[in-house]
């Protein structure tokens, strides 16, 4: 289509200040091809849109260009990249006038006095000219490839944080951690879409604003997780201050369009506030915790320190130029190849190394603290083993059926048998409380008092135990039962299960569980036990068996299944779902016992 003559063209939309214009005429051959203008920029300076980089209007012979590439009929709304444009003289016209007109700006990196300085103007062919904006285009790539390699790398580290968290319950801080990764790594793209021009400065801003706030509340969670910091006054009101943040991106939108000026300046007087009292909440954090001789809090603040200077030398180098009038090249930026990295990637790739380090070191400690777990268990199952009877106890007169399954590698239920000399026998059994390596020690305490106490009385000998548990912040039930080889059973009970008698269950007093208190008396129970009589004794590991729907194995099963092996039993109980330890013994009294 036709374009406007140079005075009637409009001025870019939104600016009011007066223009500054630059002119320069041509002479070109004599039937010369088509002409096309390219005005290349730096390609780093299309790596930070700002309002101060404005662009620029070209008109050939009068009439206004409009550029190539995206959005070339709105450019003044986008990152200012390099473009081309087709002049469309016509061969026969030898004399060209170019005309440039840039908003004017009077200082600053935008200002006028710059625009050449930050601007390369080339005339040819429109095919020479797409060969230097494809090299161009690789140029400004090169410029964010750092950051896009960090932010693949973010996303691989989010994931692996992701599977810590659901592998080892209770570390929140992993979760935290991988959604504030998550949630930088789409920043390196969203950088690429604004400097090439397919994101306008307005969707730009929003969205790394947006994100940066929401992954420095992200950073904020995983810092009180990851050192257990104790709700104090500026933890609640940082975390409840947070949600104000969420008005930015609608706020930066909608400036001109709807949004009231007091509202939007109110939002981004409090996020800025926010985002104040989070720096100085991080870096006093992290120094205190360091001074404190915390390793892993010393490795965080090396990256947030590298990445402050990342953000500050930009900004107060931007604009200036070394003493032969070239862009200043800063010396923090390290070239590698074309591609530069500058100081700000390496604060990225420093996070990223140091989080792959504590999580390294924090393996190695766990790995070492499972070691050393798995040697003492594996000491006090040894312990155990020698302390519990695996092998069948002579005991005549009667028959003695047990077995034990614990629930963990070392258990808390314990059982034991001994024959007396005066033709009867002694059983002891009972149930710890708690599982793993405190258990198995109580466990080991009992049954050395056990087999080193002369009692044979059912009450003397719980309260001989008692006494051993006494201060050892746990508690145990038991039972003890004396056999005598006339056919008298006498039982004793500190809060354990009631006995089976022939399947019947046996009402025997409760009595306090041992530990509890430090004198207690335990009554007895007496009985009489016929030829061919079975006693039942078990641990609540049988009754509280549960299935995976929450169905418990209960006191009825137990009683319909009282006359079966002490093997059956436990094994119908370990297949319905075993959660606890359990133990199963049954003592049947022999015919040649009253032969005796």
Not at 177 to 206: K, N, R
Not at 362 to 375: G, K, M, T
Not at 388 to 410: K, L
Request: negative net charge.
């Amino acid at each position: 289509g036709k374009h406007p003559p140079l005075g009637d063209a409009p001025p870019p939309k939104g600016h009011q200040r007066p223009f500054a214009w630059f002119r320069i005429h041509l002479q070109l051959a004599p039937n010369h091809g088509p002409v096309s203008l390219l005005i290349e920029l730096p390609p780093s300076q299309s790596g930070s849109p700002s309002p101060e980089i404005v662009g620029a209007d070209v008109f050939a012979n009068g009439m206004l260009i409009q550029p190539e590439g995206p959005h070339g009929d709105m450019a003044d709304h986008y990152q200012q990249i390099s473009r081309i444009y087709d002049l469309n003289v016509p061969p026969a016209e030898t004399s060209l006038t170019l005309v440039v007109r840039s908003v004017y700006v009077p200082v600053g990196y935008g200002a006028y006095t710059n625009f050449f300085a930050n601007r390369t103007l080339r005339l040819g062919n429109r095919e020479d000219l797409d060969r230097s904006l494809e090299l161009w285009s690789a140029h400004s790539l090169f410029e964010r490839l750092p950051r896009l390699v960090n932010a693949v790398l973010l996303v691989v580290l989010a994931f692996f944080l992701l599977a810590l968290y659901f592998t080892q319950k209770g570390h929140n801080e992993y979760l935290w951690l991988a959604l504030y990764e998550l949630l930088q790594a789409p920043i390196g793209f969203i950088d690429l879409a604004g400097s090439s021009a397919w994101l306008d400065h307005l969707w730009y801003l929003a969205l790394i604003v947006q994100m940066l706030l929401a992954s420095a509340y992200l950073y904020f969670e995983f810092l009180v997780a990851f050192l257990s910091l104790r709700k104090r006054w500026y933890v609640t009101l940082l975390r409840f201050g947070a949600p104000v943040m969420a008005a930015v991106t609608p706020t930066v939108l909608f400036i001109g369009h709807g949004t009231p000026i007091a509202v939007a300046i109110l939002v981004i007087l409090l996020s800025g506030l926010w985002i104040i009292g989070w720096l100085i909440f991080i870096f006093i954090t992290l120094s205190a915790a360091t001074l404190r001789r915390n390793f892993e809090a010393g490795l965080l603040l090396i990256p947030l320190l590298l990445s402050l200077v990342g953000w500050i030398e930009p900004i107060l180098t931007a604009g200036m130029n070394d003493w032969t009038g070239r862009a200043y090249h800063s010396p923090l930026t390290i070239q590698a190849g074309p591609i530069p990295i500058k100081f700000a990637s390496i604060a990225d790739f420093a996070g990223i190394f140091v989080i792959v380090l504590i999580i390294f070191v924090r393996f190695l400690r766990i790995h070492h603290d499972q070691e050393r777990a798995s040697s003492e268990l594996a000491a006090a199952r040894n312990v155990q083993e020698l302390m519990i009877p695996r092998e069948r106890v002579e005991t005549p007169g009667f028959e003695v059926d047990s077995i034990y399954n614990p629930a963990n590698e070392v258990g808390g239920d314990f059982f034991h048998v001994q024959s007396t000399g005066d033709g009867g026998l002694l059983v002891v059994i009972g149930d710890v409380a708690g599982k793993g390596l405190k258990a198995a020690m109580n466990v080991s305490m009992l049954m050395g008092a056990l087999r080193r106490t002369p009692e044979r009385c059912p009450a003397k000998i719980l309260e001989s135990l008692n006494r051993v548990l006494v201060g050892s912040d746990s508690f145990t039930t038991c039972q003890a039962a004396w056999f005598g080889p006339d056919g008298e059973l006498v039982i004793a009970n500190a809060g354990h299960l009631p006995p089976y008698l022939n399947s019947q269950e046996v009402a025997i007093p409760g009595g306090l569980p041992l530990g509890v208190l430090a004198e207690c008396d335990y009554e007895e129970t007496r009985l009489y036990l016929h030829p061919g009589d079975r006693i039942l004794l078990l641990s609540d590991g049988v009754v509280e068996a549960r299935r995976p729907s929450g169905e418990l194995f209960g006191f009825d099963r137990v009683h319909n299944l009282s006359n079966q092996s002490a093997f059956y039993i436990a094994d119908a109980a370990r297949e319905f779902g075993q959660e606890d330890d359990i133990t199963v013994l049954t003592v049947r009294r022999l015919a040649q016992a009253m032969a005796a």
